[in-house]
């Protein structure tokens, strides 16, 4: 069997996905930033800033948690958590954050913006530009404003100028666009901090790296801690970034299974759900060619999750060669599963997960009694303080007149 | 030569520019094209950007981002802005170019585009979101059955990509005239001359330059620099006015000759 390849070809494609599909506008924009990019990882003193700001800033090297009660409700494989719930900001979009944000400064920029679903890369965004004193500008549809008020509150307190995309889906792709519209009219002042690993070559790559230290990390968390590597490792995967992150290290560990969970919404049904491997073909979006929701006039699908920040009609173009070459699989995971999995977690660990992550965890507590003796790896890749008002909304038996019925059936 | 090579060779004889309209396929609605886009070539448009309507125009402005939407809300799709091609190639020789993003084309699968859209009288093909770096695989069918492949140009543009885009380019080069989305600007931006000028070091094929081109006067200025113009969010705009009513034809006649009377005064 041959060992799948680790780095895209010199214009960014992975097998046949990602590359470059923009206005020509663009074109030279995305070529400095792979030049500044290049030139930063060999460069000592930028390795060292971020080295710096990852560990004093960020909160870096997150904990391998294992998972005790967890697993032994579950009674089946030991479950181990990889932290970056913990880390500054409440998610793995840190990591991605810093480096970019260096590049900016490296490339002379003093204006950044980006896009947002959840709102947690919209959070470490505005928090880097605080940290930097740049200008930062975050769009977000409107349907993800509403149903992240926090997020967009926080940004706001952090200085950032949140605008509402109120057209399409109203969701992270929309947002994405008006992004890149945003980009190509301001290329002389303007980084464009993209959030995920998406989009036009390089992001996809250099998202990835800025987040490899994830499972680099666990890796060698798990060898100090079991001396032995999991069996399985668990991400949930919207563009992919905290996924890919986790993956990276694992690839050439043939014997570790790598699997991503969509967001498998009401049910696989067009329009409600945004899992790409469940009926998604290749296409071409916002820059890359991956694995796309469309319909059969290449229109693209809309999406529906409860977790804004898996909602996207396109998987990142690594993922599409993972899944191609059968190096990774991709599992889905329905909303309801997902606010169980959240659930769970909160009663047995005490860890409050957020609606991504919890979509990966479903997945391994669906398959953990099954599997005793394996060792599961789950990429708890943020908390979930952002979605209070979605947890309350899903459980009113914990709210307000309910309350203390509850409270009293379970005394 | 290609029909759009005979319109800039003919062109180029009378020394006369060349007037590009583009309309969003599908708006108002798809019944309605062959008539709107007779419209346009009464009142001196010469050749017809088809835009193909697209659910996540990230090149485009509120303008035709909005058309787009019009236009697939009224049933549009690929297939139709072939049958349209063919109504209006069956009364009329004006030159027409499929203008569109990249995900319905491949959709449809290239292979088979290119024979349909040649058969049904399209011309050419110029893809908003293709680089230079992915087109091959996407020029060669294209080509093969003889359509015209044109790229774009624009203000960022390092020399060796010019180069680059004016090898995948046929018919003619379409120049961006600004860094930016589409849609009408007040003044012609100032970076149109010098990338005409490094263009016209690097090929002999005709010029275009368009974005944000709204009014006859910026229509002539264009027009001294390049060898067409393209007007494409202005025209958008009367139809977004006008919509269905029986206003839509005469305005889009009288605004083509006014931007024509421009160019050629």
């Known amino acids: 069997m041959s060992v799948t390849k680790l780095e895209p070809d010199a214009q960014g494609h992975f097998g046949p996905y990602g590359g470059r599909y923009v206005p020509e506008t663009l074109m030279a924009p995305l070529e400095d930033v792979e030049r500044a990019w290049r030139q930063s990882r060999e460069d000592p003193s930028f390795q060292a800033e971020l080295r710096d700001l990852l560990e004093n800033f960020a909160g870096r090297p997150t904990a391998l948690y294992e998972a005790k009660r967890l697993t032994k409700a579950l009674g089946g494989a030991r479950i181990f958590l990889k932290r970056e719930d913990l880390l500054h900001t409440g998610a793995h979009k840190i990591n991605n954050c810093l480096g970019q944000v260096l590049l900016a400064q490296r490339m002379g920029k003093r204006r950044i913006i980006a896009e947002t679903g959840a709102g947690q890369h919209g959070v470490a965004t505005a928090t880097v530009c605080a940290l930097f004193g740049m200008e930062c500008v975050v769009y977000m549809g409107e349907e993800d404003m509403a149903r992240q008020r926090l997020n967009v509150f926080r940004m706001r307190l952090l200085g950032a100028r949140v605008v509402g995309v109120g057209y399409g889906s109203k969701t992270l792709k929309d947002a994405i666009s008006e992004a890149m519209r945003d980009w190509v009219t301001n290329i002389a002042t303007t980084h464009y901090l993209l959030g995920s690993a998406l989009g036009a070559h390089p992001y996809p790559v250099m998202v990835r790296d800025f987040h490899r230290c994830i499972g680099e990390e666990a890796r060698a968390q798990m060898l100090e801690r079991i001396g032995r590597l999991p069996d399985t490792v668990f991400a949930c995967v919207g563009g992919g970034s905290n996924a890919i992150g986790a993956f990276h290290a694992f690839i050439p560990d043939a014997q570790v299974e790598l699997v991503g969970i969509e967001a498998g919404g009401r049910g696989i049904r067009p329009g409600e759900h945004a899992a790409r491997f469940q009926g998604g073909a290749p296409g071409v979006l916002q820059g890359a060619r991956s694995y796309l929701l469309q319909d059969g006039d290449g229109q693209v699908l809309l999406t529906h999750s409860v977790s804004a920040g898996l909602d996207y009609a396109m998987v990142g173009p690594e993922h599409a060669w993972l899944h191609d070459q059968g190096r990774a699989s991709y599992a889905y995971c329905e909303d309801g599963a997902a606010l169980r999995a959240a659930l769970q977690l909160c009663r047995t660990e005490g860890i409050i997960p957020a609606l991504e992550s919890s979509h990966g965890l479903a997945e391994a507590i669906r398959r953990a009694p099954g599997e005793p003796g394996k060792v599961f790896l789950v990429n708890l890749s943020g908390r979930g303080d952002k979605d209070i008002d979605i947890y309350r909304a899903h459980f009113p038996e914990l709210d307000g007149a309910a309350r203390s019925a509850t409270e009293g059936g379970a005394a | 030569m290609s029909r759009i090579g005979e319109l800039f060779a003919r062109k180029r004889a009378e020394k006369k520019p060349v007037l590009i309209g583009y309309v969003t ?241």
Do not use: W
């Open chain 2, 25 to 265: 396929a599908g708006d108002p609605s798809p019944e309605r094209m062959p008539s709107l886009i007779a419209a346009l070539e009464r009142g001196g448009v010469d050749l017809i950007e088809l835009g193909v309507p697209f659910s996540d125009p990230v090149a485009d402005g509120p303008v035709i981002m909005k058309a787009s939407e019009r236009a697939r809300a009224a049933g549009m799709t690929l297939a139709r802005v072939l049958e349209l091609a063919r109504a209006v190639r069956a009364k009329s020789e004006i030159p027409l170019l499929l203008f569109s993003y990249m995900n319905p084309l491949i959709r449809y699968g290239f292979d088979q585009l290119a024979g349909e859209a040649k058969a049904a009288g399209i011309d050419g093909c110029l893809m908003t979101d293709l680089s230079v770096e992915e087109a091959a695989e996407f020029v060669a069918p294209l080509r093969a059955a003889g359509l015209d492949t044109v790229f774009l140009a624009a203000p960022t543009s390092p020399p060796e990509r010019l180069r680059k885009v004016a090898d995948h380019s046929s018919g003619f080069v379409y120049l961006v005239s600004r860094t930016g989305v589409t849609g009408e600007q007040a003044r012609l931006s100032a970076s149109v001359g010098p990338l005409v000028e490094a263009l016209r070091e690097r090929t002999a094929l005709p010029l275009a330059v368009g974005f944000g081109i709204s009014t006859p006067e910026q229509a002539r200025e264009t027009a001294r620099l390049a060898d067409g113009v393209v007007v494409g969010s202005a025209f958008v705009r009367i139809v977004e006015a006008q919509g269905a009513g029986p206003g839509l034809e005469p305005a889009l006649e009288a605004f083509a000759r006014a931007l024509k009377t421009g160019m050629e005064g």
